[in-house]
């Protein structure tokens, strides 16, 4: 059977509002997640068993025993009652990891898609969108993988279809910020609130980059805490011509910067790359 693939594309949190944490251990949160049109790249073939291959560039990073791809895809074989779903999987490790793009999600929601059609499994959205919760709160927005606010613990969703193309920077400096001991660190200061503000008053892209500037990441500080490269990150990102916003995106250690034009994040990214060869640095269109 020929092989199916997909792109399972960087998730972005173009603002991301964290309250106090909760007596269950989860911190209520509100975002507006947008995805890239760059990301890891996954495969799949009809096979015999189960099984994850990995290369790519961050593969050496990435331990396989409990991979989201294997966790979702087994989710699924018990849900349709057919144990391990005989596939074999390829994944291009493009993205960096622990970098706040919510790879893994992504990756494990691009595998369960991919396996519903190589299995012709009768599943609809919502139960998909169950399965991939087992993953956890990231798991159906990376299924989804379209524009949304997230509320709750981010498993809330609300589809955005007015967000226009956000021409953007991904500047990662190789360097993992750990989700859960970023949160340990934000947890020992002063909490902020999970707000979600009202909706810009325009939807062009002049008047979401001036709404997003009056919005924040919560985590930045704490991540730029745990991970001081984050900060000269930010530093260089706020210095490129045409650069009209950078944030960090989810708990680190990627930063994102928007800019007006597509040739204006291609060029910055030139000039970045060429000052920082060491760092992971990727042009792109949000949204």
């Given amino acids: ?39 890891d790249r996954i495969a799949v073939t009809l096979s015999d068993r189960l099984s994850l291959s990995v290369g790519g560039e961050f593969a050496a990073g990435l331990g396989q025993g409990d991979n989201l791809i294997l966790r979702a895809l087994r989710a699924l074989g018990e849900a349709a009652g057919i144990g391990e779903p005989p596939l074999a999987v390829t994944l291009d490790k493009r993205l960096p990891i622990a970098a706040g793009l919510g790879g893994g999600s992504s990756d494990a929601g691009a595998a369960l898609k991919l396996a519903r059609e190589a299995l012709g499994l009768d599943f609809d959205d919502d139960a998909f969108a ?19 606010w997230a509320e709750g613990r981010g498993d809330r969703l609300t589809p955005e279809p007015r967000l226009p193309p956000l021409p953007a920077l991904l500047i990662n400096p190789r360097v993992p910020s750990p989700t859960g001991e970023v949160y340990r660190a934000y947890d020992a200061g002063p909490p902020a609130a999970a707000d979600r503000p009202p909706a810009p008053s325009a939807w062009d892209v002049a008047a979401v980059l001036e709404w997003l500037a009056r919005q924040r990441n919560d985590l930045q500080e704490a991540a730029i805490g ?12 706020t210095g490129l011509p045409a650069a009209r916003l950078v944030r960090m995106s989810g708990s680190g250690a990627t930063v994102f910067a928007l800019f007006e034009t597509p040739a204006e994040a291609i060029s910055a990214g030139r000039r970045l790359s060429e000052n920082r060869p060491d760092w992971w640095i990727a042009p792109t269109n949000l949204g």
């Fill in 1 to 39: 059977m020929a092989e199916r693939s997909a792109l399972a594309p960087a998730k972005v949190n173009l603002f991301l509002h964290v309250g106090p944490v909760d007596g269950d251990g989860y911190h209520p949160l509100a975002s507006l997640v947008a995805f890239a049109d760059v990301g």
């Fill in 130 to 148: 169950d399965i991939a919760g087992t993953i956890g709160a990231d798991g159906p927005m990376c299924l989804h993988a379209r524009t949304a």
């Fill in 226 to 237: 745990r991970a001081p490269a984050i900060a000269e990150v930010i530093a260089a990102a």
